[in-house]
């Protein structure tokens, strides 16, 4: 007998958790269905060598939203955050920069490289922080339409251009950052290279195809403005146990108001009779009906393999296709027997014992030739490098007296111009492992063993077209409105009765569960099956 669900998930990705929770909460008979043989999509923690919880795509909580934290009751379901010791950023010969918590000193550092730019970094802060209350109120909107001439679609517009009525000139600083690159924007504010690209470090290291030079990339500084870090639900920083904490945490939520999710269940097709989503049919050949379908996984994935095109007009498909994916961003994780020495770190003179958090970037210029190197289709040879060891203040991710490295960096093409990454793997791990060792000389004898992902990896592992972990780029093509692509940014698709809840979707990628939750509201709203 086939099993009928009020709503069936297509993907356990974190979104698509949050989405079937919220659901469920509202009395939803929901399923997930996840291919890979554990859930959480992107948010994971894996077992990639005995006695490892190796966060193998996304790898710090920095944006997942209080107010999801809360509704779904996640510290109750293990959910626990960790505050790491301060970020440090390398620039090389001796010289580099230790984000503080305390504004005073991290004015004084500042003021090493520029008295001006210490002087304006507080500026800075309350100008973003201010723009950011702006996005993040944004962030749970449901998208207008502006081409949609229904009546209903003009009343929903009309909504949002209310809602935000009192914008003033802040319309033009959003005009800004959606226009300026990461650089432009910064030159604005600071004087010294050194600050320029620390701040704008992230619009070239960040997931994106892009660079701090390029137009459009200024939008990335936003991202660190966008949550409330001082509420009940507490900071950003290293999850207990790694990323698929988060991802545990959310099932156990849902599953407590009756939420399924089942593993090593490929979805090999969306069921639809007359022209409306009815189910699904499993890879095994299994039929699971459902009133609702929702999709978790990337558009391309769900329109270019999930859904036959001849329920779709060629012109969706064609908008579908350009969605800009190519990412540049790879992984390396490094398995310790005991923890490189940063030559650049003084534990006494920073006040704390290990740099957990540490940056390799040096200048603009740096930033920018990496990204040179990937536009032609070559491996950068000084690529940005993101080092996390969150073992160092999280022993559960590493086996006693071990430790963990998680390497996230640019830029290294999706496609190379020769060969394949076949062969250029072991190629990018040489490289990384160069780049660290100028500043942590010994690391190469700390590694007891090494996981490369490029970004050919990530996309076979984690169904991310392109490799990019975003789904698509945040560009002001490809963001609110325009996200996933026209006519479908309000989570619904062309197919009645199917829906998108992931990183595709409006606000994007990023673990930080809006797709999921704005979503399960706009099924909540629709009829209910």
């Not at 005009?175 to 704008?200: H, K, N, P, Q």
């Not at 490094?334 to 957990?356: I, K, M, N, S």
């Amino acid at each position: 007998m086939t099993k009928r669900y009020d709503a069936v998930i297509i993907g356990a990705g974190h979104n698509g958790l949050v989405c079937g929770a919220y659901l469920a909460r509202k009395g939803f008979r929901v399923c997930l269905l996840e291919r890979r043989e554990l859930a959480g999509g992107a948010a994971v923690s894996e077992a990639v060598w005995p006695g490892y919880r190796v966060s193998t795509a996304s790898y710090t909580m920095a944006l997942l939203q209080p107010r999801i934290i809360e509704e779904l009751e996640l510290a109750k379901y293990g959910y626990e955050i960790i505050v790491p010791p301060p970020m440090l950023h390398l620039y090389g010969e001796g010289r580099s920069l230790l984000f503080r918590a305390d504004g005073e000193r991290l004015r004084a550092d500042i003021a090493r490289f520029s008295q001006a730019d210490a002087d304006a970094y507080g500026k800075y802060r309350a100008h973003m922080t201010k723009l950011g209350k702006v996005v993040s109120e944004m962030l749970w909107e449901t998208p207008p339409d502006p081409a949609d001439h229904a009546l209903a679609a003009r009343s929903k517009l009309l909504g949002f251009a209310w809602r935000f009525r009192d914008l003033g000139e802040q319309f033009y600083d959003l005009y800004d950052v959606l226009t300026l690159s990461a650089r432009d924007f910064l030159a604005r504010w600071f004087e010294s290279d050194e600050m320029i690209t620390a701040l704008g470090f992230y619009a070239s290291c960040g997931g994106a195809a892009t660079s701090i030079c390029s137009p459009g990339s200024a939008y990335v500084l936003l991202r660190g403005f966008i949550r409330d870090h001082a509420t009940s639900a507490g900071p950003a920083g290293f999850v207990r146990g790694g990323m698929g904490s988060i991802s545990d945490a959310i099932a156990a939520s849902g599953r407590a108001h009756g939420m399924e999710v089942r593993c090593d269940a490929p979805v090999a097709e969306v069921l639809i009779e007359g022209e409306r989503a009815t189910g699904v049919r499993l890879v095994s050949g299994e039929r699971i009906e459902a009133g609702c379908v929702i999709s978790n996984v990337a558009t391309k994935v769900l329109f270019q393999q999930l859904v036959k095109a001849e329920h779709v007009a060629p012109e969706f498909l064609s908008r579908v296709a350009h969605i800009r994916d190519r990412s540049t961003a790879f992984k390396v994780h490094l398995a310790l027997r005991r923890l490189p020495v940063f030559t650049d770190f003084d534990p006494d003179a920073a006040g704390f014992a290990y740099p957990a958090q540490v940056r390799i970037g040096p200048s603009v210029e740096y930033l920018e030739r990496a990204w040179d190197a990937a536009k032609y289709g070559e491996i950068s040879p000084h690529p940005p490098l993101v080092v996390m060891t969150p073992s160092a203040v999280d022993p559960s991710v590493a086996p006693a007296g071990k430790h963990l490295i998680s390497i996230f960096g640019q830029h290294a093409p999706y496609a190379l111009r020769e060969g394949s990454w076949d062969t250029w793997r072991e190629r990018l791990y040489d490289i990384v492992l160069d780049t660290l060792a100028a500043h942590a000389p010994d690391i190469r004898d700390c590694i007891d063993d090494a996981q490369v992902l490029s970004p050919v990896d990530l996309e076979r592992i984690f169904a991310l077209p392109g490799g990019h972990v975003h789904h698509g780029e945040l560009s002001a093509d490809q963001i609110f409105f325009r996200r996933p692509v026209q006519g479908a940014a309000d989570y619904r698709t062309p197919v009645r009765g199917l829906y998108q809840c992931g990183a595709s979707v409006h606000p994007g990628g990023g673990v930080t569960g809006v797709p999921g939750h704005n979503a399960a509201q706009v099924v909540m709203r629709g009829e209910r099956h």
